[in-house]
């Protein structure tokens, strides 16, 4: 097999360099992913607090709030026969969400569902795929990071199953309460499927600069952990250049002048190490060949 490379110093170098790039790209790699994770463990105790949040207001209003309201419409307290502001899971966990997110700006809430009555509660094309993963895998919860407003977010969500009190308001034009009707003014009916996943509450937290920065610093630590190795090879080079790599061309140069029978010149060699011990080895083979040369003249 051919040698790829004709000098040990080459092929030495060579390997250095590409340990080096590999060790940086390894290291870049690893403070990268470990930056990710730590920001997403971050950011999922944070969602899930605001999870237990939407869950708790959601249910809130389902098991207390809208049958209770309920009896005071049926006792004729109003004329109305729906309140939007208390009837309305969605609408009451968006307005409650609102007014903390003044306190805590970088979330964003999002509740959609497939013909949603409020046109605003329509899936763009990410959360379609969402709902459509946990509608097809049969799952209730989501996670990742996604774009979003052109932008990296990680998203967490939960699947909208709508059960038969939903029907109320989306099943029907006709049958939803006519309060529902003049407020979203539904031109064609929402059908939701009791049972199955239609919808997804999503929270957003952005991650655009913990990416950003977990790049840079990967490539920061990288590139300067690859630099050291490299820098530290290269010292370790420039000693074996010295040491090893310029003492065996000196050998090499006086074996070949003593091939074509230059045997005069003596061999130097001032080092106990395996080089020098080479060195008196060819001195010996350079003397008993000049003896012989001597005797055959």
Known sequence: MKAIFKSIKTEITV???????????????????????????????????????VKASRNYVRKTLRPKIYELLSAGCTNQDFILEAQSSSFFTASIFKMVNR??????????????????????????????????????????????KGKEYFIKAFAVIPKKSCLRCHSTVDAMPVAVRNIYKPKTDPRWPVGKVNGAVLIYVPFDKVVAQARMDGLLNGGLVGGV????????????????????????????????GEVDETIPYQSENEIGRLARAIERMRVSLKKVMDMIS
């Open 15 to 53: 390997v250095v360099v590409i340990t080096g790039v590999l060790i940086g790209i390894g290291v870049g790699f690893f403070i990268y992913k470990t930056t990710i994770d730590r920001a997403i463990d971050s950011a999922k105790g944070r969602i899930e607090t605001t999870m237990a949040f």
């Open 103 to 148: 306190e805590i700006p970088d979330m964003e809430l999002r509740q959609v569902a497939i013909n949603p009555l409020n046109p605003g509660n329509k899936p763009n094309e990410t959360e379609m795929w969402i709902i459509a993963y946990l509608k097809d895998k049969n799952l209730k919860e989501y996670e990742g990071i996604t774009l979003h």
């Open 229 to 260: 190795f490299i820098l530290m090879s290269g010292i370790i080079l420039v000693i074996l250049n010295f040491r090893v790599f310029k003492p065996i061309d000196a050998l090499r140069n006086s074996a070949e002048k003593i091939s074509k």
